[in-house]
């Protein structure tokens, strides 16, 4: 295992957790008592255009000034964070290998091996890996199922360089996806071995969508489709100037389409907002579709809608009608049944505080 990506499998350490998103930093801090979790801290500021570009950290100075201004603001004394790296960064490869292998061996196995499974080469990337279960395969084989992750070093460098500029120490630094499996745990022990469930995870600038299954992301893909996209398609029909600005559009509520999704409505910027989100549906769709067709007796259980993006009103609605498949738009707050202190949190907050509250759940 090498670099900072050894933590994404770690146990709980103190200290805060901050997620750097391409339109806004969040900052958590929970705390466990028992079976309740409670939000001590929950601290947001927005990022200016141009400091996170395909969610990548381009202007390290600024965003490091970001997260020291919005720590101040808030009083916040903490010294050792909890992050992590966009989904569209990572790498995850879930690999059979030998069951008799043991901890030493299997260490030697998986450097030798993981540069066959990533885009880049070996050299240039930080790896981890987490065993799962052991099976039997086709010729009667026992073996064990890891789970490798991966990004390029200069991704994990940059993070780290722009939390050391802040004055903080990362001591766990994983993938978003994980972060917002765990927030989201108890939905996912719902369903069977034999269902999938579909996580699509509407950030501000694309979708990280995770087919999830006995709670491990078996397949991952970037669709390039936001609420930003949203939004520009809005301004554009309606001969609005360009904007950041996604607040109204989340506080909207789609009207009820047909069952594909279409919809004779003479509001140019309503027709504008839904042809976008049918494109997001049809890419969820050929992914979907793409998986389930190589998956022998695999189910589709249900579609979680998270993040930003799943604040817009009767999103839920849209999609099932969109993809005939149930369909549930997620409060993580109260996923996790946290308690906030009579805290009122908007709407459109809540739904963007998945990947932060799970990586809280990493040092609660």
């Known amino acids: 295992m090498v670099g900072f990506l050894k933590g994404i499998f770690s146990g709980r350490k103190p200290g805060m957790a901050i997620e750097l998103a391409s339109e806004r930093i969040h900052i958590v801090e929970l705390r466990k008592k028992g079976d309740n979790l409670k939000l001590l801290t929950l601290a947001t500021t927005p990022v200016p255009e141009d400091v996170v570009i395909d ?21 916040i004394k903490t010294k050792r964070i909890a992050t992590a790296i966009p989904g569209r960064e990572a790498v995850t490869r879930l690999i059979a290998v030998p069951a008799e292998l043991n901890e030493e061996e299997l260490k030697d196995y998986m450097d030798a091996e993981a540069g066959l499974y990533l885009p880049f080469s070996r050299e240039e990337a930080d790896v981890d890996y987490q065993k799962l279960d052991l099976f039997v ?4 084989i026992e073996k064990v199922q890891v789970l490798l992750v991966a990004t390029r070093k200069e991704v994990t460098d940059t993070y780290l360089d722009t939390f050391e500029q802040a004055g903080l120490q990362v001591d766990i630094l994983e993938v978003s996806n994980f972060a917002l499996i765990r927030t989201l745990k108890n939905q996912l022990e719902q369903f069977s071995s034999n269902e999938a469930a579909i996580l699509a995870d509407i950030e501000f600038d694309s979708t990280e969508l995770a087919i999830v299954v006995n709670g491990v992301p ?3 893909r970037t669709i390039p489709i936001g609420l930003f996209q949203v939004q520009s398609a809005l301004n554009n029909a309606m001969n609005l100037p360009p904007s950041r600005d996604v607040s109204e559009l989340q506080a909207m509520t789609l009207p009820v389409t047909d069952t594909m999704g279409a919809l004779s409505d003479p509001n140019p910027g309503t027709n504008a907002i839904i042809k976008v989100l049918a494109e997001l549906a049809d890419e969820l769709r050929r992914s979907i579709d793409f998986y389930i067709n190589q998956s022998d007796g695999l189910e589709i259980a249900q579609l979680l809608l998270a993040g930003p993006g ?25 996923a996790l049944g946290i308690s906030a202190d009579d805290r009122e949190i908007p709407v459109e907050q809540r739904a963007s505080l998945g990947v932060a509250l799970g990586l809280g759940l990493r040092v609660s």
């Open 310 to 334: 799943a604040a817009i009103g009767q999103l839920d609605e849209f999609f099932m009608q969109r993809l005939a498949m149930p369909a549930t738009q997620v409060d993580p707050i109260e």
């Open 137 to 140: 395969d086709e010729d009667g």
């Open 55 to 75: 969610g990548q950290i381009v202007d390290t100075p600024t965003m490091s000034e970001l997260i020291q201004s919005t720590l101040a603001d808030n009083n």
């Open 218 to 220: 078996q397949f991952n």
